[in-house]
């Protein structure tokens, strides 16, 4: 599944890099919101706890690059993002905090809805990097994020000279798992816990800073934005 979705990517770039009219490429940041499943340790009867524990948000950074080709008001905007993002466990005893470090490559199709403000949508190839939640035995277990690397993508963005600042959601195309995770709690010793729903979805805020255009070399200004 992975070479079929990087020949398909390969072949949509190629394909709108010789058609498109402009292009523009730079580079991106901002923040990341990220939501998880459940942690129930009803079973553990070991003084634990004996409920369930939701994953609470906790706000992230993500990085990267981008490379956008305009047809006219549409546009496709191929993407490569590294994503940190942490989410929190409140246990009786002691919190534990899941961290996920995951690339993500996105292929976006959008379209100028009105003046500077975007529209788009699309796939995403998603690599998980490293993901582990504290007090686990063994130390940092590494926990099974994903069943498939795929996720989808939507969001806006509003174009201010060359900077962009945008709104997505990143949901995973994942099925729902669970995970048994065994946790060390001290004087109780090991605890037997049920980890219900091992996805990861995320709202990223981004602040994007166009390097460069087709248009920087003939001197001419985009109508959707002034550069400076």
């Given at each position: 599944?992975?070479?079929y979705f990087l020949l398909i990517f390969i072949s949509i770039f190629s394909l709108s890099f010789a058609?498109?009219?402009?292009?523009s490429f730079g580079i991106k940041g901002g923040a990341n919101?990220?939501?998880t499943g459940e942690i129930d340790g009803s079973t553990s009867g070991r003084g634990f706890f004996d409920g369930v524990?939701?994953?609470k948000p906790k706000v992230g950074f993500?990085?990267?690059?981008f490379f956008e080709l305009n047809f006219g008001k549409f546009f496709v905007r191929p993407?490569?993002?590294y994503n940190s993002m942490e989410m929190e466990f409140e246990f009786p005893v002691q919190n534990a905090i899941y961290s996920v470090e995951k690339l993500s490559i996105p292929l976006l199709f959008g379209y100028n809805i009105w003046g500077p403000v975007d529209v788009y949508a699309g796939p995403a190839y998603q690599n998980i990097m490293n993901a582990t939640i504290d007090g686990t035995e063994p130390v940092n277990?590494?926990?099974v994020?994903?069943?498939t690397p795929l996720a989808i993508q939507a969001g806006a963005k509003v174009s201010l000279g060359r900077f962009e600042l945008g709104l997505r959601y990143d949901r995973s195309m994942a099925s729902q798992e669970s995970q048994g995770l065994d946790f060390n709690n001290g004087e109780y010793g090991i605890n037997l816990t049920e980890y219900d729903d091992l996805r990861v979805n995320q709202f990223l805020v981004s602040l994007s800073f166009k390097i460069g255009d087709s248009e920087s070399n003939t001197g001419r200004r985009r109508g959707r934005g002034c550069y400076f």
């Open positions: 599944m992975n070479k058609q498109a009219q402009e292009y919101y990220s939501m524990v939701e994953g993500h990085a990267g690059v993407e490569v993002i277990q590494t926990i994020v994903q069943n």
